[in-house]
DNA sequence: AGGGTTATTATGTGCAGACATAATATCCCA
DNA sequence: TGGGATATTATGTCTGCACATAATAACCCT
């Protein structure tokens, strides 16, 4: 649990502990770098890289010549773990299974294709799946696929694997957006995950991109009962 | 944009480069540090800067001895700033204002205290908060306080400051859960929240602690139509 | 006093070398 | 052949040094 004496581990928690203990209150400057280094009796990198991990957590304001500051708001940053669908399921110990609802290439929604930044007659693959846990539904998936980005795509087996699965594994990105809403069910959206109509439902959107090349765009709706948790 | 030749970003950008490209696809061994520092013509140290910030990114994975491999399922993280929402609602260009609907040291129900891990009749301070953007409802705030944990929070002037800021500033925490579901508005969190009763609404449950001693438990029921956006 | 140039300073980062550590491979002996 | 001691190897990290860079402070000249 405790890092070495003389770890940058261990000056990243002394610091801490100061910041914590209110020795250097939210606001305030901190020694420098050369100066902790010989108060701690280590080397200048082994304190730069303390305070470089905990400027990237947010917890430090660097600025060169301006010192280091102890952040005033200290933003709460969570990460969230995004799995593929089939080791969420099978992470809590459930069968999961996936089955294609349709395939088409039919013209996609306004929404869509905006959000890809494309023409509103581009060509996209449009998929409906839904996700299985247990037997029981776990989530419906409605995906836009850019064919443009990602022709594989037209000759993959998806009656096989999910595209959710495919496409991590042949499409990389580069970046992308992540929303999450909530969502009254729909008669179908009900149907589809035996769920009464109108039942709060969680709504995640996503859009990916491969550099300036969209790749594909997803809403996936969430079972009831359904949480998404993450570490603070 | 492009970093300068020979500084680490350039070598973590050309790795991700080859990784992208498949020369160097999931799954796979990459060289080792030493190796990579001189086909790239800079030390080892420099290397071990990139392949650290990736294996971090999750992007590889580092083992000693075993070597650097590129990661199989490239686990995507999406992180999400937790403003005080406060900052939230000023960010989007819109007044904001916290009325203090409830307060009281009433026992709290058994979810809360098994959540804090706390005896049942656990002293807990009771809040209940209307956070407002521009006059409309924002997101309605049930939080309950250990008081023991914080006893300054029993003079805390909360009809000034949302307890959401007060804390923030003055109960620094080290670790906390965080999740999000769906909930349907009862009639109650309809009515406060100026909504139809089984709106979805989006709800966020989060508890937090100083080390082991459990701070404060919070659930926070958004507003319909609001979206919580992060980038992978 | 004002405004632009220059000096100062704290962080950012690179290098070479060294040792620590963990995981694996190998060897040796019963 | 099995199993435990030992060697090997790749990453992890510290040190001391150097220089780069950005931001601020100081200065100087008009």
Redesign the interface.
Known sequence: MTARPGSWQAIEAEVLRR??ARDWP?GSAIPNEADLAQSFGVARATVNRALQSLAEAGILDRRRKAGTRVAL????????????LR?EVEAAGQPYACRLLARDEAPAPEVVTQALRLPSDAPLLHLRALHLAGGAPHALEERWVNAAAVPAILSAPLDTISANEWL??NA?????????????ATTDEAAALACQP??????VL?T?WDGARPITWVRLL?A?????????
Not at 175 to 184: E, M, R, V, Y
Not at 198 to 203: D, I, K, N, P, T
Not at 224 to 232: I, S
């Open positions: 910041i914590h939210p708001h200290p933003v709460r940053r969570a990460t969230l773990r995004i799995p593929i080791h991590v594994a990389p990105f580069t970046s992308g957006d992540f929303s999450i809403a909530a969502a009254n109108g039942a709060a439902l969680v709504e996503r990916t969430h009831p009962g359904y949480r998404m948790r993450m570490a603070l």
